[in-house]
């Protein structure tokens, strides 16, 4: 047991060595592009979206489950040309997220978006 969630864990750390230095090298490289999305105010609310989408629901699901946590509407679709301003990754309830810091050209507004990188399995060595 106790190799097993080394092995889980070593095998975190490897993944997130790699998708940062994906990550990293990917900033630099995105101009403006057309944005047709579901982002949020916030990189946490971004998480809590992404964590909701890949549990299974709907965007329009999990866009009002974040909406009541945060007791107003914090996530929605965004249309426009962007920037990618920011991109890191983090490690949240054993999942591996890639958040990225979206900046708009016609307002200059900062929207986040976040993706599951990798997921660990609730019933797995992690939680031992």
């Known amino acids: 047991m106790a190799i097993a969630k080394f092995a889980a864990i070593m095998f975190a750390f490897v993944a997130i060595a790699l998708v940062a230095s994906t990550a990293d090298s990917q900033v630099s490289d995105f101009g403006p592009f057309h944005v047709n999305a579901y982002?949020?105010?916030?990189?946490?609310y971004a998480v809590d979206f992404a964590a909701a989408v890949s549990g299974g629901d709907t965007v329009e699901k999990a866009k009002d489950i974040?909406?009541?946590?945060?007791?107003?509407?914090?996530?929605?679709?965004?249309?426009?040309?962007?920037?990618?301003?920011?991109?890191?990754?983090?490690?949240?309830?054993g999942a591996i997220y890639r958040i990225t810091a979206l900046q708009f050209q016609e307002d200059h507004k900062i929207a986040w978006a976040a993706e599951t990188t990798f997921a660990a399995d609730r019933g797995s060595a992690w939680h031992l």
């Open 39 to 44: 982002l949020c105010e916030t990189s946490q």
């Open 66 to 93: 974040v909406g009541k946590l945060a007791k107003r509407e914090v996530c929605g679709r965004y249309i426009g040309i962007a920037s990618v301003e920011e991109q890191r990754v983090i490690l949240s309830d």
